[in-house]
């Protein structure tokens, strides 16, 4: 057996796609555990003045506290649940409009393709960031559903592309006209052939976009325009920190780790569960 | 009475240039007829034209006496359950998402056909020789001919009384091919085939009639010996005179 045999073999990219998929479970499982616990329980209350100025780590707060005095950790627990609710939140709310769209798009006559590929480039050639920015705006007062909603359309217009060229190349097949010569509908090819087709792709982009958001929710609180205070962002704990990086950098390194371990952790059971649900990519 | 009628068909993507013109072909019941011509004579638009999934520029195409209407909803439902095709490409003709059994009923579901439709797939799967235990497998466990059989048994699971065939067999390797050709022969027996290829040697075969297309235009038809025997389009006569043959 050749060292090309070897890498290539079923079973071992088998046993590496289920590691990529456990780690992906064990770091997103554990972040939706620690959101949902903050509903219940946290350490310390949120907004309380539990310690000293930006304590050290310590038994009595593992992560240290921020200048105010707060528990740090609590903050991030909090932090986890936001950015769980900004990430679910943006991606369904760029799903339901990109699919539709990108669905529509395919579907159309060419003309009304070309308007609407045309007005997708445009979105897009805005800055997630920009866009989300000018919606929050154009709203009086920045709320978490304010930011939630900006991610969303911004993040549309990326996943409304991705779904047009997806389903194009989906009803080119001889299998979708051979759909149209036994009688199934537009709408049933819609959901029998080209969604069930386009969906690991789709996933595995829900998954970056899902990355975005909670990247895109940390920036726009870092800039004030996210979740308002008490919510503990992730984005507004790097902001608060900036002042003391130097001081106390576990106040800017703690939010950097729990929003890289939240993305990576997304990325990777995406990538796992679109391995696992592609018919032809399982070990045969 | 003839199953299907085309008078005159004509179509074009542009204005301009035709891709069939004027085609005229009377379909009989139990009728075996190859359409033959180079790529681009207009034989899968033909075809298309058949399926009722482009409609002609000008001319007519009539189902037992009735127009072929793709606006009738009642009539498509009853044309959808007659007339059936089967593709070139048995890579990119069944659902890779999809697992036999969903593939072949297929048209049972949409044409809302009653009836035990597990038993009519494993029917249709047995028929075309493949073993009823695979409804639970998926497109890519199967090699080429095997897949080109279950496309074959998509078609004829809802009874239809018109099989259509785009180039089925040119995709497949040599011993595959004359399975397949020997299976779409005995289907021949009981429903009528209109088997549209480039491969004269395998319409000559398959088919008891030929119909010579050359750029949009029917140039030669009639019983597949006679043609083949004495030619007398000189497009026809080229056709077969590209045969390739092994030397001796």
Known sequence: MTAIDQITTPARRRSWQSVTLWAGIILVSLHVIVGLLTLVWTPYDPSAMAGGRLEAPSWLHWVGTDRLGRDFLTQIMIGSR??????????????????????????????????????????????????????????????LGSAILALGIALSAIVARLTRILAKRVLLM??????????????????????????????????????????????????????????????????????????????????????????????????????????????? | MSLLTVEKASFGYSKTRLVLDGASLDISPGDSIGLVGESGSGKTTLLRLLLGL?????????????????????????YRRQVQVVFQDPYSSLDPRQKVFAIVAEPLRSLRIAGDHRQMVTDALVSVGLDANVLDRF??????????????????????????????????????????????KSLSQTMT????????????????????????????????????????????????????????
């Open chain 2, 139 to 184: 497109p890519h466990e199967f090699s080429g001919g095997q897949r080109q059989r279950i496309a074959i048994a998509r078609a004829i699971v809802s009874g239809p009384s018109l099989l259509l065939a785009d180039e089925a067999v040119s995709a497949l390797d040599l011993s595959t091919r004359i399975r397949i050709v020997e299976l779409l």
């Open chain 2, 193 to 248: 085939l209109v088997f549209v290829s480039h491969d004269l040697g395998v319409v000559a075969a398959l088919c008891e009639r030929i119909v010579i297309l050359e750029k949009g235009r029917i140039v030669e038809a009639g019983p597949t010996a006679s043609i083949l025997a004495n030619p007398q389009h000189p497009y026809t006569q080229r056709l077969l005179a590209s045969v390739p043959r092994m030397p001796a």
């Open chain 1, 82 to 143: 936001i950015a769980l609710t900004v990430g679910i939140g943006a991606v369904a709310i760029g799903a339901a409009i990109g699919v539709t769209l990108g669905l529509l798009a395919a579907f159309a006559s060419k003309f009304l393709d070309d308007a609407l590929a045309a007005a997708l480039d445009i979105l897009i050639a805005f800055p997630t960031l920009l866009i989300a920015m000018l919606v929050v705006a154009a709203s009086e007062t920045a709320t």
């Open chain 1, 174 to 284: 001889d299998y979708i006209t051979a759909a149209r010569t036994s009688g199934t509908s537009w709408l049933g090819i819609v959901f029998s052939h080209v969604l069930p087709n386009i969906w690991p792709t789709l996933s595995v982009s829900f998954a970056l976009q899902f990355g975005l958001a909670a990247i895109a929710e940390a920036s726009l609180s870092y800039l004030g325009l996210g979740a308002p205070p008490p919510n503990a962002s992730w984005g507004r704990l790097l902001q608060e920190a900036q002042g003391t990086v130097y001081t106390a950098p576990i106040g800017a390194i703690a939010p950097g780790i729990a929003l890289v371990s939240l993305v990576i952790g997304i990325n990777l059971l995406a990538d796992g569960l679109r391995d696992s649900i592609d018919p032809t990519r399982r070990a045969r």
């Open chain 2, 54 to 78: 482009i409609r002609p520029s000008s001319g007519n195409i009539t189902f037992k006496g009735a127009q072929l209407d793709p606006a009738n909803a009642a009539f498509m439902r009853e």
